[in-house]
């Protein structure tokens, strides 16, 4: 019985629901109805798992923070909680103000443009350091004629980038060639990829879910 | 016409044809020898890797990426997470499992399942190292920055990154090169692939990544699916090369 519930159902729900989705763009005139359903109870789904998720979340960083581990954790779970705590409240104003949704806090873009915003933007600054790092790492480990190509194409990239002279646009037209038809063949492989992993969740021949 | 099968209809026929062609080798099958394929250095890496972790002492950290399973990334995340289950059949048996983390709560759900899967197997769940799967942020920039941190400050032998990654592979990759730790990485943003380019070991490029439980557990149905997908690819390849020669003419 319970190798029913934690194996046999979940493979035959997912396998049922997905071919009801997929059906229901050719037949829609018969399927629409039940994949709006299907897709009403995934968003449900996706609610629920986004709130476990953040009960993991606490639950890491306070075994962490238990273990003595890492200071960075016991900030990262203050201000989690701290920002969950301020986001309800402004939420459940807004629900209790249904009419006048403004008289809300403004504290979900407070915090995404206080701070969210600019520490994500920070570490997208931080990329381009790194890049160059791994560069340099690269040129230093692999001396190969491969190395050399990408470096040469990555430095063609980065001076066509200026408007200064257009010299090197020739060269960095025959690199974007190239470029395109190895990015054409990759995404034609991971959709192809992407085919056979559906063919094969679908068939319960991969089963992700269960036991 | 039905809007849908005008659109997509030659999907729709390269689907169809893709399913005759898999259910041809699993019923056709005349040889009992495995097919042969080209060799994929990094499964060959991923082979004995948790045994190593297990001698020393030290994690191994599989990174799962962020994508979810109910958006574009899927299927990525399902060939990420039969790496994570590989390893963590390797492990059963010691007790001990692999890191996994990830910064998509559904795919943080499925990862522990598929940790948690080999030691039910094996009929030793009692020894299942429960939190195995991780969930250290939950937006992928944030993730690679408490990736950063683990592998900065946890001991690991050796990190695998199997999965959807954006540009943002580059922060995680620094703090492992900083510690020279072993890379593979796996993953099909061409963003990711080309960051990730100057410093993994070894790389699973795009389709390679899908191949995985044909590659590692030689299952019929993976290697039928496998070698159906290497026929569709030859004949994409083929009507691409007769259009060209036919516009070339025409």
């Known amino acids: 019985m319970r190798r029913f519930f934690t194996s046999t159902a979940p493979t035959v729900i997912t396998g049922i629901a997905g071919l009801i989705v997929l059906l229901s763009f050719i037949f829609p005139q018969y399927l629409l109805a039940f994949r709006v359903v299907l897709i009403n109870i995934a968003v449900i789904v996706a609610g629920m798992a986004l709130l476990l998720g953040f009960v993991r979340l606490l639950n890491l960083h306070l ?68 890049l160059g790092v791994a560069a340099v790492r690269m040129a230093q480990r692999r001396r190969t004629w491969g190395t050399l190509w990408f470096l040469v194409s990555a430095i063609v990239v980065l001076l066509t980038q200026i408007p200064v002279t257009d010299a090197l646009l020739p060269i960095r037209q025959f690199f974007d060639a190239l470029a395109m038809g190895g990015l054409r063949g990759l995404l034609l492989g991971v959709a192809l990829g992407t085919l056979a992993v559906a063919f094969r969740v679908l068939l319960a021949i991969d089963r992700p879910q269960g036991e | 016409m039905n809007p849908f099968l005008e659109n997509y209809g030659g999907l729709l026929l390269l689907i169809s044809f893709g399913a005759l062609v898999f259910a041809f080798f699993v019923m056709f099958r005349t040889s009992r020898r495995r097919p042969r394929f080209r060799a994929i250095h990094a499964f060959s890496l991923l082979r004995g890797q948790m045994g190593r972790a297990i001698e020393s002492g030290r994690d191994l950290h599989v990174s799962i990426g962020t994508g979810g399973v109910s958006g574009d990334d899927t299927a990525t995340t399902l ?172």
């Open chain 1, 63 to 130: 075994r962490r923070v238990q273990q003595r581990k890492n200071f960075y954790s016991l900030i990262a779970l203050i201000v989690a909680l701290l920002v969950f705590a301020v986001l309800s409240v402004e939420r459940l104003l807004n629900l209790f103000n249904a009419n006048q949704p403004a008289a809300g806090l403004p504290l979900n873009s407070l915090v995404f443009n206080s701070v969210i915003g600019p520490i994500q933007s920070t570490l997208g600054a931080l990329l381009a350091v790194f």
């Open chain 2, 79 to 250: 060939a990420g997470l039969a790496v994570a289950e590989y390893l963590a059949d390797e492990a059963a048996a010691s007790g001990i499992a692999p890191l996994v983390s990830t910064s998509d709560p559904t795919s943080a759900i499925l990862a522990e399942d598929a940790v948690r899967r080999p030691y039910v197997r094996q009929g030793n769940l009692n020894d299942f190292p429960r939190g195995a799967a991780r969930l250290p942020a939950l937006n992928p920039t944030q993730y690679a920055a408490a990736t950063m941190d683990l592998l900065n400050h946890e001991p690991v032998l050796a990190n695998i990154m199997s999965g959807a990654f954006g540009p943002e592979a580059a922060l995680i990759d620094q703090a492992a090169s900083s510690h020279d730790l072993p890379q593979l990485f796996g993953g099909s943003d061409p963003r990711a692939l080309a960051v990730m380019a100057t410093s993994a070991d070894q790389m699973l490029l795009g389709e390679e990544m899908y191949a995985a439980k044909a590659y590692l557990r030689a299952q019929p149905w993976h290697l039928a699916s496998l070698r159906a997908l290497d026929v569709v690819r030859l004949v994409i390849v083929v009507v691409i090369v007769l259009a060209f020669f036919i516009g070339l003419v025409s």
